[in-house]
């Protein structure tokens, strides 16, 4: 399912959540590598590494990967793994150079988490390396500082200030 899923709001017309295809995977190694201070490895991903992280990631159903567009241009990417105790984790979320602060990474996280809650479940969370900007980000998508990680944040989707919307998703897009 998660493989070919486009989910799409009804909130913002022409924000969409593509699942990542292999075209997109030159996008994502260079997006993570122009902004490695933020994310837990910090080491320079070759192209062998990102097809090696896309071989496991197809091995693995409840994990997914989209492409945020809006009027069908790209502009950063987000996902989601649903954990062994039942709640969700969201990471990789990146904007495209050049595409932050136009709202749709924002308006993209509150219709990802609108779908997990929808379809799996309410327990959303996600780790926030310390120092990292982007802690304003997630407070603003509804996420509340929950615990100290040591070298990170972890971040709890706060059920009294999300506010889910609407969406419409479907296989095979």
């Known amino acids: 399912m998660n493989r070919s899923l486009l989910v799409s709001s009804r909130a913002e017309p ?11 995977l030159e996008d994502l190694r260079i997006w993570k590598n122009a902004n490695k201070a933020a994310f837990f490895f910090q080491d320079e991903i070759t192209p062998a590494m990102q097809r090696a992280w896309h071989e496991g990631y197809l091995r693995r159903p409840d994990d997914f990967m989209f492409m945020v567009e809006r ?17 969700a984790d969201a990471y990789n979320i990146m904007a495209k150079p050049g595409a932050s602060g136009r709202g749709a990474m924002g308006a993209a996280m509150v219709l990802m988490c609108s779908f997990i809650q929808a379809r799996f479940t309410k327990h959303i969370g996600c780790l926030v390396v310390k120092g990292n900007a982007a802690a304003r980000y997630y407070a603003r998508c509804g996420y509340r500082a929950a615990a100290d990680g ?3 944040v972890v971040f709890k989707l706060d059920a009294a200030a ?11 897009a």
Not at 14 to 24: K, T
Not at 71 to 86: Q, S, T
Not at 162 to 172: I, K, S
């Open 162 to 172: 999300f506010r889910p919307v609407e969406f419409n998703a479907a296989e095979g």
């Open 14 to 24: 022409g924000l969409r959540l593509r699942a990542i295809v292999p075209a997109d």
């Open 150 to 152: 040591g070298d990170h």
């Open 71 to 87: 009027g069908g241009e790209v502009l950063g990417c987000l996902g989601f793994r649903l954990l062994k105790d039942g709640s």
